[in-house]
């Protein structure tokens, strides 16, 4: 692909946990990174290592539309954040520049209540909702059964959900979690417990591919922000099960909607045996599991999706040739969660990062950064990442073990800002 990069201009709208993957890879690739976003550029490690910024922000389309004009931009991309997605969606369509979903797609993919109506025209699993719009109808509430889990219609990023185990903290948080609708609509699930699950796709020229499948090990819960997620664990122990019973079905689903290229991750439960769906993105993962799909099968879908932005195409090779679920080794991502604070010290991450288990580690905030009370319950939260490997579950628990007991962040008070991690016996080995 680098010839047909190489030379190109990519305008990257916002910051966020992809962003610095994708400056780095395009970069290699010969392609000059233009960052946009309203960040101070002096606390924005993106926009120090763009080829050039813009102090505009990612929702100032015809701004940004005039700007690449004026430059010749070729290929306009968003990483991870659906706010900004969508507005590179509706510049790249005024720019006649390729984008790899149509509005429609997302639509019916990305809205939580959406995806949950295509899934039961598919007969796949999912976990019930109920959704309401604006104010709170406190007759409509009056027979639920507690705790439930409220989320905004069409948020992402953990961001405005809320946990409530009465009516009074419904009450509460209905109005919280209203701000992050701009459909001004809530979505109300059972709380479910059990494993969590992520599976991962890749699509080119039509075909849909499973690309790997992960358990997703939560803790930390505050008051009624959600648990999270401090590991996950590759293969899945119901990777066998999803592959029998649901894999087809979600295919056929996503074929049926004539999506064309890009990758889509899946957030779903396991419960007494039984998987059940309940979101999805269609979009690159906060996980940046691609690390690990490049490691095992030599396949990258943050580069497919930088590629299709720049060229219309995600790869010159089919990727259906490298590509199987069923991993030659097992891996981990670790996530390190700090509590809000000012970063002081990160002490042990170069040694982790060196071990030979280690597969990649990822930097999300660094010494200086403080993490405020409003990145509760979000992934603002995680410090910092490592990515690893080993060939049974059982050695990889104990690397996970080697590698939680040599990092360590301190407040610039001196205070440990680490939550506790994943124990290795808390790890499941069977579904």
């Known amino acids: 692909m680098e010839s047909q990069l ?6 990257l709208l916002g910051t966020n946990m992809a962003t610095m993957d994708i400056i780095k890879y395009a970069q290699s690739m010969g392609v000059y990174v233009i960052l946009t976003d309203n960040y101070d550029p002096a606390l924005s490690l993106g926009k120090k290592l763009a080829d050039e910024y813009w102090n505009v922000s990612t929702d100032e389309i015809e701004t940004l539309e005039r700007l690449s004009l004026e430059n010749k931009v070729n290929g306009v991309f968003a990483g991870v954040s659906e706010f900004n997605i969508k507005n590179a969606m509706t510049l790249c369509n005024r720019l006649n520049l390729p984008f790899y979903c149509t509005p429609e797609q997302w639509n019916a993919l990305c809205e939580k209540h959406s995806f949950k109506a295509l899934c039961r025209e598919f007969d796949v699993p999912v976990v019930e909702e109920k959704i309401f719009e604006d104010k709170l109808d406190q007759s409509l509430i009056k027979d639920l059964s507690y705790p439930v889990v409220l989320k905004p219609v069409d948020g992402s990023g953990g961001d405005g959900i809320r946990v409530c185990y009465n009516e009074n903290e419904l009450i509460t948080a209905w109005p919280y979690v209203l701000k992050f609708s701009k459909s001004r609509k809530i979505l109300l699930e059972p709380y479910v417990s059990g494993l969590e699950l992520t599976i991962f796709y890749a699509i080119q020229n039509g075909k849909v591919f ?24 590759m293969p899945s122990v119901y990777q066998d099960i999803y592959l ?37 993105g269609y979009r690159l993962a906060g996980t940046q599991e691609y690390h690990i799909l490049e490691h095992e099968c030599g396949v990258n879908t943050m580069k497919m999706m930088v590629n299709y932005a720049l060229t219309k195409k995600v790869s010159d090779m089919d990727i259906s040739t490298q590509i199987n679920p069923n991993y030659s080794q097992h891996y981990c991502l670790i996530n390190f969660i700090v509590k809000p604070g000012t970063i002081g010290q990160m002490i042990g991450t170069e040694e982790a990062a060196a071990y030979p288990e280690v597969v990649h580690s990822v930097y999300e905030h660094s010494p200086g950064d403080v993490i405020p009370e409003s990145a509760l319950g979000t992934l603002r939260q995680i410090g910092f990442r490592v990515f690893a490997k080993a060939l049974t579950i059982h050695e990889l628990s104990g690397v996970m073990d080697k590698i939680h007991n040599t990092v360590r962040i301190i407040s610039d008070n001196g205070e440990n800002m680490l939550l506790p991690p994943l124990n290795a016996n808390e790890i499941q080995y069977e579904a």
Do not use: C, W
Request: aromatic share 10%; charged share 20%; proline share 1%.
């Open 6 to 11: 190489r030379g190109k201009k990519l305008l």
């Open 210 to 233: 499973l690309t790997g499948m992960s358990d997703r090990y939560t803790r930390h819960k505050h008051g009624n922000f959600i648990h999270m997620p401090v590991a996950y664990v």
């Open 244 to 280: 029998q019973v649901i894999d087809s079905k979600v295919k056929t689903m996503f074929e049926s909607l004539k999506l064309k290229n890009g990758m889509i991750f899946i957030q779903a439960f396991a419960n007494n045996g039984n998987i059940m769906l309940y979101e999805m």
